[in-house]
């Protein structure tokens, strides 16, 4: 069973600049969240993916967009890059949308300079 | 309302000694309560996880307590050693979306 796995590990961009991350969900899951963790920071939710639509949005602005693919993979685009933008990107995937455990994938670390 | 609160910010605990994490929570709509192992450079793992209709629950060296009237819950770590060294987080979330709603994080670190 492969894990969660994401892509880049690091990534530095200027701000307002773009990026996309990417997260390779686990075998059989079809539910994707995403998380952004600041240094020495709890995770905080960004959005969820259900069978590629969107099942719920955390308190970020609409320049942080998601996609989700038929095969249950994920990206994370984030637009006009700003310095608080700077944190670790988790991806995490689950079973299905409504069962309780979330697996993590190592995660994206994102400097902007 | 939506907030998980979480303490201490770090911890040293001598190994084979008793480690002791807690968390309160305001929302009494939670009903999921996981915590999750961290280290270094690395996601988040999910160490043990509680519901509400239980008030203790037990894996291995490790142990959530669940105290529903007082809306906190604690992980305690039994014999911790210095393996056990990693950042702790306190999740919860509702069953009408399971949204995570993270604590801060108690970074413990075992002396040998």
């Known amino acids: 069973e492969t894990g969660v796995t994401q892509s880049p590990t690091h990534l530095i961009k200027t701000r307002g600049q773009q990026v996309t991350l990417r997260c390779s969900s686990q075998s059989g899951h079809n539910t994707v969240s995403w998380y952004q963790q600041a240094l020495g920071q709890g995770p905080q939710f960004i959005f969820q993916?259900?069978?590629?639509?969107?099942?719920g949005r955390g308190n970020f602005p609409p320049r942080f967009s998601g996609l989700q693919f038929p095969n249950y993979s994920s990206e994370l685009n984030v637009n006009a890059l700003e310095l608080d933008d700077s944190a670790l990107y988790l991806c995490?995937?689950?079973?299905?949308?409504?069962?309780?455990?979330?697996?993590f994938g190592p995660g994206t670390r994102l400097t902007v300079l | 309302q939506q907030q998980v609160k979480q303490s201490p910010q770090s911890l040293i605990v001598q190994k084979g000694g008793i480690s002791i994490i807690n968390c309160a929570y305001e929302?009494?709509?939670?009903?999921?309560f996981p915590w999750y192992q961290q280290f270094p450079g690395k996601g988040p793992a999910l160490l043990i996880a509680i519901r509400p209709d239980v008030s203790e629950k037990k894996e291995g060296r490790f142990t959530i307590s669940f105290n529903k009237s007082a809306k906190q819950f604690s992980l305690h770590i039994m014999d911790s050693q210095p393996g056990d060294s990693a950042t702790y987080f306190c999740?919860?979330?509702?069953?009408?979306?399971?949204?995570?709603?993270w604590g801060a994080g108690t970074k413990l670190i075992i002396k040998p």
């Open positions: 999740a919860a979330s509702m069953d009408s979306n399971y949204q995570l709603i």
């Open positions: 993916y259900y069978r590629e639509e969107e099942n």
């Open positions: 929302n009494t709509a939670f009903d999921y």
């Open positions: 995490a995937s689950s079973q299905d949308r409504r069962t309780d455990t979330q697996y």
